[in-house]
């Protein structure tokens, strides 16, 4: 038996500055995929992204932007893991390009970067240079040990995959 309480609640920050003058925005979503215990790499139980969050309220995003225009983040989705369900195992968090005027890879984003942070203490930041080409990214996952405690996997893994097929494709096994 472990005394370790794992994460409570983590917040990913994503942030991009706006496409040129006369240029189409950028559009960058954060997405979570939630896998069940039975098939923790198998279909999602559910996603959450830009208008929707999880049944049960414990994975939603509190900002959303099409454009990255404002100050600080463009996009913040936060999850509680003090709160998830026994029957939830894993937690895949990604970002993906929208597609709309074209193929456009984070190299053509200005500035994108991801903060993943619990409270005060910082668990990952990236921004993106080492998926340079991809057109999506899974940026973290969570997964909950057999004391019950959810730990934090860092990783960085690109796709060059439209945001549809990214969704399918995020949680399989690397």
Not at 101 to 125: H, K, S
């Amino acid at each position: 038996m472990s005394i370790s309480k794992g994460l409570d609640k983590v917040e990913v920050a994503l942030r991009w500055d706006p496409s040129p003058v006369g240029a189409p925005d950028h559009d960058l979503d954060v997405i979570a995929a939630v896998y069940p215990a039975g098939a923790p790499y198998g279909p999602p139980a559910y996603l959450v992204h830009f208008d929707s969050r999880s049944p049960d309220g414990t994975v939603y995003l509190s900002r959303d932007s099409t454009t990255g225009q404002g100050f600080g983040d463009d996009e913040v989705m936060t999850i509680e893991f003090a709160r998830q369900p026994e029957a939830h195992a894993r937690v895949v968090v990604g970002v993906v390009i929208q597609q709309h005027a074209g193929r456009l890879v984070f190299a053509d984003i200005a500035a994108p970067g991801v903060r993943i942070r619990e409270g005060y203490t910082l668990l990952a930041e990236h921004d993106f240079s080492a998926v340079a080409g991809s057109t999506a990214a899974v940026v973290a996952e969570f997964v909950r040990a057999e004391s019950g405690a959810w730990e934090f996997h860092p990783c960085l893994r690109g796709f060059d995959l439209d945001p549809d097929a990214f969704t399918v494709a995020m949680g399989s096994a690397a």
